[in-house]
């Protein structure tokens, strides 16, 4: 296992990604449950809203609430085990790196805190909120800013590098190839970047703000935008390949693998489409906005929206659902057996 790898992370040098599960994120790890959940495990309040994903390492749960707070829950217990406190709202998701976790807050600091104590590493600064997650990469660890910057920092020290400076808020979660990255922008460019100074290499313009974190297949960049749009870019130009029309803007962060890529939109359906072509393959309505990322596993596309849904992958058939009274922005984390969910109302969930 190379230096750079996160905890327990076999798939952080590959393309295939959802937003949790490559450049330093775990949730969708290990063994993925099939069957429709039949009760809760334990569930825990933590007081505060989550508009974030949890991340899962080694029996502890670490989740962000919008009250300023990472949470560090036993997964076994559903008992917490520590929390620190931020400056500001957490809209970001925890990456794990090392024996650390990266988040983003609205203070415009990223902050390092230690796995097991929850102590302070260090903090990084940008000029206002941080919603995105951070992405480590070679070391470097990669952020957006509402300031309209991608920032690169040591990720040992969080000494900043370079930043960039681009056309309008960052609210995109960089995706970070082995040389380029690739972002999203509220001017409705998608970027990338050369990693390695931050240069502005291509930018595609669409019709209107992204916030959807792109996702990389081979030398296609896959993103959706608020002008209700999925684009499918080459990844080496920034030229379009094909792109489709749902019914209203898209937020969502797409899941995709070599043949299907997988997003939902506000519209309230979740979309299949043909990575080469866009065609469509299959469309299921949710009942609710669409705004999480989707999760894809073993067949099945993970869809939170009022609840948690699983989909076949194949047909959209809803295979199960798991009303929890409350909308869910986070996609969720899958372990062996267990689903760990955390929503708006402020509550985490083990379902088993």
């Known amino acids: 296992m190379s230096n750079d790898r996160t905890p327990r992370d076999t798939t952080a040098e ?20 099939f069957e429709a959940p039949s ?17 899962l390492y080694q029996g502890t749960l670490y989740v962000n609430s919008l009250a300023g707070y990472l949470h560090a829950v036993n997964v076994d217990t559903g008992r917490p085990k ?33 796995l097991e104590s929850g102590a302070k590493v260090w ?17 470097v660890v990669y952020f957006g800013s509402a300031d ?70 081979g030398d296609t960049l ?12 080459d990844a080496r130009n920034g030229a379009v390949r094909w792109k ?29 489409l043909g990575t080469r072509t866009g065609e469509l ?3 299921t309505r949710t009942g609710e906005v669409v705004t999480a990322p989707l999760v894809f596993s073993e067949g099945l596309v993970y869809v939170q929206s009022w609840g948690t849904m699983a989909l076949d992958g194949a047909t959209g058939k809803v295979i199960w659902r798991a009303g929890l009274g409350g909308s869910i922005q986070g996609a969720p984390v899958l372990a062996e057996g267990v689903v760990y969910v955390a929503g708006n109302s402020g509550e985490v969930y083990a379902l088993e």
């Open 148 to 217: 309209g910057h991608v920032y690169a920092a040591d990720a040992e020290s969080g000494k900043l590098g370079w930043k960039r400076q681009l056309g309008g808020r960052v609210y995109s979660t960089v995706y970070a190839a082995e040389k380029n990255l690739y972002v999203g922008c509220g001017d409705g460019h998608i970027h990338s970047l050369d990693a390695a100074s931050g240069n502005i290499l291509w930018s595609t313009l669409t019709g209107n703000g992204i916030e959807s974190s792109p996702a990389l297949v």
């Open 82 to 114: 520590w929390k620190f406190q931020a400056e500001g709202q957490i809209h970001s998701t925890p990456s794990l790196y090392k024996n650390k976790v990266l988040f983003g807050s609205g203070s415009g600091r990223v902050y390092a805190v230690n």
């Open 123 to 139: 903090q990084a600064s940008a000029k206002e909120e941080v919603w995105a997650s951070p992405v480590v990469r070679s070391g």
């Open 244 to 272: 489709y029309e749902t019914g209203l803007g898209i937020s969502s962060s797409p899941a995709a693998t070599g043949d299907v890529v997988y997003i939902g939109s506000k519209d309230g359906f979740v979309y299949a």
């Open 39 to 55: 009760r809760a495990r334990w569930q825990l309040r933590l007081g505060s809203s989550v508009r974030s994903a949890p991340v």
């Open 222 to 233: 896959f993103v959706g935008s608020e002008d209700f749009f999925v684009y499918a870019l």
């Open 281 to 283: 393959k299959w469309k």
């Open 14 to 33: 590959k393309d295939w990604i959802t937003l949790l599960s490559d450049n330093g994120r775990t949730g969708g790890q290990g063994a993925h449950p």
